[in-house]
């Protein structure tokens, strides 16, 4: 009951947000104290999805963000695994140690990063960027991927494998379709957090690579409000959805709730 | 048809840590059901383990028609597994968790097919190809896991206590689904239970595992009758144990004085420190003479009197506790002819059916 409450709240707050900039997008000249705009039009925000920049930024946001995520994840897979399968207790002490790094006021993080990219050399590349989004992308992994396997049963790939299943056999056929729910929320939140990375990408990429986000924070110093409200709505959109598909995924990563025995 | 050799099997968990099995070793014939009995812990799964690769033993060896499994990785050994809990794979269908191991090994869909339907129509679920597992009761998720895990044609099935979670009646239907599959594919089977009755419906052959050892093998009848050592006539149910000094051919315990055979003696020298010997005699093999005994009137060698002091129905049967001064016989006499609580019985203890057994 709690639950629905509370993801009704939250919905409420972000269809009000989503309307606000949607109304935004289409209003010319809408100032203080006018409650609607004195005209609507859709040519600024058109022209503005239509221009190469932003065209460059979606392209190169969207393949950094799908490539942190894959990395993340096989990053993220043995770890959690491990983490998952130890008997010991202290699983929650090593996620928490994990995610030291992002406790890190973010300018500080960043800076440390990009001065260690630059002493490597590799500072203002797609793939500097990659390994800085890493770091706060393989923490949510990492405990997203540990919860899930923790409650899979891991019975049911020694019994696949007895059955005449190879390892990888047994991880195509059987573990992964089982923890499909837990697996499709680990990349939803790890592709929204490199996704949403400013500093990071403007410091490791040294302002090369460019990505929605940066367009918008670029936008907001001083630009049209049409513009800001358009890139907003093209940076925020796909992370309502992919927060919205991974909450709205089963519970249970296991998948097998309706195994009875 | 195939038989299963262990031989000096030890496993440790860890280099240093505590043996989970000391030295195990047993064979199991071709086509044959042998159980592994045992209480829980005693290290029986662990066998099954060993056997089906989930564990790496820390000695000995385990050969199928002679072959040492131990560089044989868990999926290409000829064995399948059979767990406590069906293990069924949620996101398949019930045709596709039997086609599974077949799939796994390339097995055209039409083939798959057509022995899933085989396989669910010998174990009663003909209908179910399209079901979910979760759609199934205990007892028939576990035909769907038994039909898969015949579905590969394994030379041995090990079958890790797969009735354990099922209500007596589906126990029973299932343990009789068992041997007549045995009986039929000559599937060699090694079944793994704690429930002594369970072993004694379906085995042709009893492995006694206690304490991550061997404890005792034979045929159940005859393991019954002589099983070797106390802790196994325990497990085994055999509750009357008669304590006490052998003089001649007769043996002096609490409850009386019983001629023994002194064949049925045990080989090595088996009495206590302070000389006592250990003899058994299962529940079935005491007679109670007054009740139901023909020659009730002339009761004469190893007959003692006692009372009646406790009754417990099994099935159509009544184990009675007979009270011979300190000590209570446990007898099986049929429920009409059992006597009333507080009755004076005579029992007979048949010297033919008395055992020494090892402290």
């Known amino acids: 009951m709690i639950r629905i409450a509370v993801r009704s709240a939250l919905g409420s707050l972000l269809a009000a947000i989503v309307g606000v900039l949607a109304v935004a997008v289409v209003s010319i000249r809408w100032v203080f104290p006018q409650v609607v705009p004195d005209e609507f039009s859709l040519d600024l925000a058109a022209r503005t999805l239509r221009s ?98 923790m409650r899979y ?95 709205g995924s089963p519970e249970n990563g296991s998948d097998d709730g309706r195994v009875s025995t | 048809m195939s038989n299963v050799s262990v031989e000096g099997l030890t496993h440790r968990y860890h280099p240093r840590g505590e043996a989970m099995l000391e030295d195990v070793s047993f064979n199991v014939p071709d086509g044959s059901i042998t159980c592994l009995l045992g209480p829980s812990g005693s290290g029986k799964s662990t066998i099954l383990g060993c056997i089906a690769g989930l564990h790496k033993p820390s000695a000995g060896t385990v050969l199928v028609d002679g072959v040492d499994l131990a560089p044989i990785p868990t999926h ?56 979910d597992p979760g759609q199934l009761s205990g007892g028939e998720q576990q035909r769907v896991a038994l039909a898969r895990a015949l579905a590969t044609e394994p030379a041995v099935l090990l079958a890790d206590e797969p009735l354990g979670n099922l209500d007596p009646p589906v126990r029973r239907d299932l343990q009789r689904q068992l041997v007549e599959i045995n009986r039929s594919t000559g599937t060699t089977v090694l079944f793994v239970t704690h429930d002594v009755t369970e072993a004694l419906a379906i085995s042709d052959q009893l492995v006694v595992i206690d304490g991550g050892r061997v404890q005792s093998s034979g045929i159940p009848g005859e393991l019954l009758r002589r099983p070797g050592t106390r802790s196994v006539a325990d497990l085994l149910g055999v509750g009357n144990v008669l304590t006490g000094r052998i003089e001649g051919d007769f043996l002096d315990a609490a409850a009386g004085r019983f001629r023994v055979d002194p064949a049925h003696a045990l080989p090595t020298q088996a009495s206590t420190t302070d000389g006592d010997r250990h003899w058994v005699i299962h529940p079935d093999h005491v007679h109670v003479v007054d009740a139901c005994d023909a ?60 055992y020494e057994v090892r402290p």
């Open chain 1, 52 to 149: 190469p920049s932003t065209h460059d930024a979606l392209v190169s946001g969207t393949v950094l963000s799908i490539a942190v995520t894959l990395i993340a994840l096989t990053l993220a897979w043995p770890a959690a695994r491990a983490l998952a399968r130890s008997s010991g207790g202290g699983q929650g002490l090593v996620v928490a140690i994990m995610f030291l790094p992002s406790i890190v006021p973010s300018v500080g993080l960043a800076m440390g990063i990009s001065v260690g990219l630059l002493n490597l050399g590799v500072d203002g590349s797609m793939g500097a960027v990659i390994l800085a989004h890493l770091v706060p992308a393989v923490p949510y992994a990492v405990a997203i991927l540990t919860a899930t396997l």
């Open chain 2, 295 to 354: 020659d009730a009137s002339t009761p004469t060698t190893n007959a003692v009197s006692g009372i009646a002091v406790a009754s417990r129905l099994i099935g159509t049967r009544v184990e009675l506790c007979v009270a011979v001064g300190s000590y209570q016989l446990t007898a099986v006499v049929a429920s009409e002819l059992c006597p009333p609580l507080g009755a004076t019985v005579t029992v007979r203890l048949p010297t033919a059916q008395l």
């Open chain 1, 153 to 247: 049963d891991h019975r049911l790939d020694l019994q696949a494998a007895t059955l005449g299943a190879t390892p990888l056999q047994v991880l195509r056929h059987v573990t992964l379709p089982q923890i499909r729910a837990g697996l499709v929320a680990a990349a939803a939140l790890t592709f929204v957090v490199s996704w949403s990375q400013y500093l990071l990408t403007l410091l490791a990429g040294s302002g090369r690579v460019i990505t929605p986000t940066m367009l918008l924070f670029n936008a907001t110093a001083g630009g049209n409000p049409v513009v800001i409200a358009t890139l907003a709505l093209l940076v925020t959109v796909p992370v309502i959805v992919l927060v919205s598909f991974a909450s």
């Open chain 2, 76 to 131: 290409r050994r000829p064995v399948t597994l059979l767990m406590q809990n069906a293990q069924l794979f949620a996101h398949m269908t019930v045709a596709q968790n039997v086609e599974f191991g077949l799939k796994v090994r390339r097995v055209s869909p039409r083939t798959r097919r057509h022995r899933s339907v085989e396989l669910l129509d010998m174990v009663g679920l003909g209908g179910f190809a399209g079901r």
